[in-house]
Nanobody
Framework: QVQLVESGGGLVQAGGSLRLSCAAS????????MAWFRQAPGKEREFVAY????????SYAVPVQGRFSISRDNAKNTVNLQMNSLKPEDTALYYC??????????????WGQGTQVTVSS
């Protein structure tokens, strides 16, 4: 079991940067693969970035490749999403998610409440 709380969202101009953080409870954070998802109003939730439990593997959705970077600090029970060169289409509610060994492939069984990112043109 793990509880997730996102922070760091806000309003930023196009071309700017934001750093999102996800704080996790629990004693075995390194056992969880982590990811970021986002959902814009009226649209479906979409995958953004993934990082394995040890941080040795990372992957990104095509629209954010080269602009976003996911990282984690297992000693601090945190996962971060550095977002650079932000575009208006990045505007969405961003969710932190975790998966343990009971979850199926590409399925996450723990979710945070979300943090809003708004990019103005």
């Amino acid at each position: 079991q793990v509880q997730l709380v996102e922070s760091g969202g806000g309003l930023v101009q196009a071309g700017g940067s934001l750093r999102l953080s996800c704080a996790a409870s629990g004693r075995t954070f390194s056992r969880y693969d982590m990811a970021w998802f986002r959902q814009a109003p009226g649209k479906e939730r979409e995958f953004v970035a993934y990082i394995s439990g040890t941080g040795s593997s990372r992957s990104y959705a095509v629209p954010v490749q080269g602009r976003f970077s996911i990282s984690r600090d297992n000693a601090k029970n945190t996962v971060n999403l550095q977002m650079n060169s932000l575009k208006p289409e990045d505007t969405a509610l961003y969710y932190c998610a975790a998966k343990d060994v009971t979850a199926g492939a590409y399925k996450y069984n723990y979710w945070g409440q979300g943090t809003q990112v708004t990019v103005s043109s």
